[in-house]
């Protein structure tokens, strides 16, 4: 190697115990379009115990780019990498570990775009000081796959260049060194090292992406990366998984030094990685799972963010009886997928999470001999909000097919008995996840829902999905969430357009939501400009209906009454009760009633709601199963950007916005039209703001008017009959039902 020429790139490469792997490691590490001495390759033989230092002399007399240092102690795979950083004198160095392999033209494409960066540098502009690379897994047996992470890594942003702030999606990918190609002076002055033992990767790529002022992707494979080798860490059980704890140590120890808007995200990374390595079977052995189980609970204590919410489901539900130390419950939860019942008294928020985890493998074996019956070509299934009872517009697609296609039997999907008896009567049911079930799951004509049905309930040939949505897009959905990877909060897309492979219909109730659920759903189904059957109601809503609501939810006659619905704020963890709830009851006076609505998505409760003798009686209306009686018993609407304002313009009465972090909530989850430009009525930054809209009565009607011209033109009454007519034979297209068919 010509030593006066400073390498472009050093390629690091720990050696231990890969005697079978080795030649082809070395042999990959080419590239046909390198100059003399732009590549340079650092191999730390680290006292492996085989034929690896001798494969590794004999390469590097063949090649000048090949220097091999032997050490006389073995240090660990961190330990090795240190050595082989010691000695590297490149520009960037790129840590590949030699049991994986480099694809075809991989080192050329990495070179090209080091080149380019290196132009960039010399211009004045900063170069890139993380090359994030693709990558494939291997197998043993020869068979490939793609990356699996591959989608949060996506977008114009870190394929240009930006921060881990601007895309913090890219840390829930693959936060291994080994496709992270470093600028080496930015690695050396964060002031990390790689750590001893297992994991010992982490300590330094998260400090380097959090830390990077630009980074880029490169959006091709470039790396193989070998699974279920024997040896590996991941296939290997030993109590050195626990190394991992010491880790994050360094991780939130360089983030105290330089504090980073994406702690939060890491904890919860670092949790979720400690807790499926708790979950793998064999990884932690019997006698060390406790004491793992331990340090899980102290690591949550320690470095959870103040204010942190977990997430919701059953992610959320792992999360909190980690946090409680509560090992037997989240066992047996991992075991049977039920808690025990001392644990479940104590789960009362979280129990829908509970309910919604897989059962167990069984019931697949069931599902799938239902399946060789005949379809029921009477039978349709309902659902609405994963399950949770009888509501939003499968409700009212029901309601008119009893009367309009009256072969068709309905049956409701629900969770719970107390969901079951709180169906209208008459209404048929079946428990999720029961015989029953399955057996409507497998054999149903129809499928109606506000959500999708599970992935793992396959669309029969001949059947039809009827995707009815639950509320008019303001915020980015389905797949134009990809650019907002916080409100994405790790969908899987490939999953999402499974499911939207699976619709026949989808229902629309304007035309802004056509438009927009066209792209963000993109598939082969029809869309139903029909209107919102839920809001059918609303259209045809009496005043003597308003009143028999008004009285059923003990609101006095005389009171002019306000709902408060804020949305679901994925940036801040949940409900967030920015309107000051006591102070405005107090601006609005005795003579108001404030009834305050949750989002769905949050368990726990509307907060303090107490207020003085001269105030609004305050009424938490959070678990009223039916919105639209809210609806109907409000005499004007306070929200943020919840889709309830499309529903309450049906009714033509006041709204407000209450809109203090619009800029933060835009940005976060991405908008479809600029709420504040074209609001349905006055738009309030503070509390006394909304109070002063609230008391002035109806101060701009025109606003809602050019509203409901553009969200509410078919909302006459009329939707549902038009959905029925077009997926349910009706009239003359009806038949009788074949009793000889089995039903469900």
């Known amino acids: 190697m010509n030593t006066s020429v400073i390498p472009l790139l050093s390629i690091v490469l720990p050696v231990h115990g890969v005697e079978r792997f080795l030649p082809d490691c070395l ?43 032997h050490l006389t102690e073995n240090r660990g795979l961190g330990g090795a990498r240190e050595a082989g950083l010691a000695e590297a004198g490149g520009r960037w160095v790129w840590f590949v570990d030699s049991d994986d392999r480099l694809l075809d033209g991989a080192l050329d494409a990495v070179l090209a775009e080091l080149r380019a960066e290196e132009e960039r540098a010399a211009s004045g502009l900063p170069p890139a000081d993380v090359l994030l690379t693709d990558f494939v897994h291997v197998y043993n047996d020869g068979g490939a796959a793609p990356n699996p992470w591959h989608h949060h890594l996506t977008g114009p942003e870190l394929a240009a260049g930006c921060t881990a702030a601007d895309h913090p999606d890219l840390l829930r990918a693959v936060m291994a060194v080994w496709n992270k190609v470093l600028r080496r002076d930015y690695l050396l002055g964060l002031g990390v090292s790689f750590g001893r033992g297992y994991y010992e990767d982490i300590s330094v790529t998260y400090p380097a992406l959090l830390a990077a002022g630009r980074l880029r992707f490169l959006d091709r494979p470039c790396y193989a990366y070998r699974r279920g080798r024997p040896g590996a860490i991941t296939s290997t059980p030993s109590p050195k998984h626990a190394d991992a704890f010491a880790q994050y140590e360094e991780i939130f120890a360089f983030l105290d030094r330089r504090p980073h808007p994406l702690r939060a995200t890491v904890f919860e990374r670092t949790v979720r990685q400690a807790l499926t390595v708790y979950d793998t079977p064999g990884l932690v052995p019997p006698a060390s799972r406790p004491d793992f189980f331990r340090r899980i609970t102290e690591h949550i204590a320690r470095h959870r963010p103040p204010g942190h919410l977990f997430p919701r489901g059953p992610r959320g539900l792992s999360y909190r009886l980690a946090a409680r130390g509560a090992r037997r419950s989240y066992d047996e939860l991992r075991r049977t997928r039920a808690l025990p019942r001392a644990a479940r008294r104590h789960t009362l928020a979280v129990a829908p999470a509970v309910r919604r985890v897989v059962r167990g493998g069984a019931r697949f074996a069931v599902y799938n001999a239902f399946r060789r019956l005949p379809m029921d070509e009477h039978l349709a299934v309902y659902a609405a909000y994963w399950h949770r009872g009888y509501a939003c517009n499968p409700a009212a697609i029901y309601e008119r097919a009893r009367e309009l296609a009256p072969q068709i039997r309905g049956v409701w999907v629900v969770e719970t008995p107390a969901q079951a008896a709180a169906l209208p009567p008459g209404v048929p049911y079946v428990l999720l996840n029961s015989p029953g079930y399955l057996r409507a799951m497998a054999t149903a004509k129809y499928f109606v829902n506000n959500v999708n049905f599970p992935h793992t309930m396959g669309k029969r040939p001949g059947s039809v999905h009827l995707q009815t949505q639950h509320g008019t897009p303001l915020k980015s959905m389905g797949m134009d969430l990809k650019d907002h990877p916080i409100a994405a909060d790790g969908m899987d897309f490939g999953r999402l357009q499974e499911a939207v492979d699976r619709w026949d219909y989808l229902v629309s109730p304007n035309p802004h939501t ?36 008004r009285e059923a939810l003990g609101i006095r006659t005389g009171q002019r009454t306000v709902l408060y619905a804020p949305t679901h704020r994925e940036a801040r963890g949940g409900y967030l009760p920015l309107l000051d709830l006591p102070e405005l009851a107090r601006r609005l006076g005795p003579g108001h009633t404030l009834l305050v609505r949750t989002h769905y998505f949050h368990t726990g409760g509307a907060g303090d709601l107490t207020a003085g003798p001269d105030a609004a009686r305050i009424v938490d209306v959070s678990d009223h199963p039916v919105v639209e009686d809210l609806y109907l018993a409000a005499d004007a609407l306070v929200t943020d950007y919840s889709s309830m304002m499309f529903d309450y313009a049906v009714l033509d009465r006041p709204i407000t916005l209450f809109a203090p972090d619009w800029d933060e909530y835009r940005a976060v989850r991405g908008v479809y039209f600029d709420l504040l430009a074209e609001p349905p009525g006055a738009v309030a930054t503070t509390t006394g703001q909304a109070a002063d809209a609230l008391l002035a009565g109806d101060p701009d009607p025109q606003l809602r008017a050019r509203f409901r011209e553009r969200f509410c033109p078919w909302d006459d009454g009329h939707a549902a009959e038009r959905v029925v007519r077009e997926v349910f034979p009706t009239g003359a297209q009806a038949t009788a039902p074949d009793r000889r068919v089995l039903t469900a």
């Open 514 to 549: 056509s438009e927009h659920f066209a792209r963000a759903f993109p598939g082969r189904y029809r869309i139903l400009e029909t209107g919102y059957p839920r809001n059918d109601r609303l259209a045809l809503a009496t005043a003597e209906e308003c009143a028999a609501v």
């Open 27 to 69: 042999d990959s590490l080419r590239a046909e379009s390198a100059a003399p001495g732009e590549v340079e390759i650092i191999a730390v033989d680290d006292l492996s115990p085989d034929g690896c230092g001798a494969i590794l002399d004999r390469y590097a007399a063949d090649d000048p780019r090949l220097r091999v240092r």
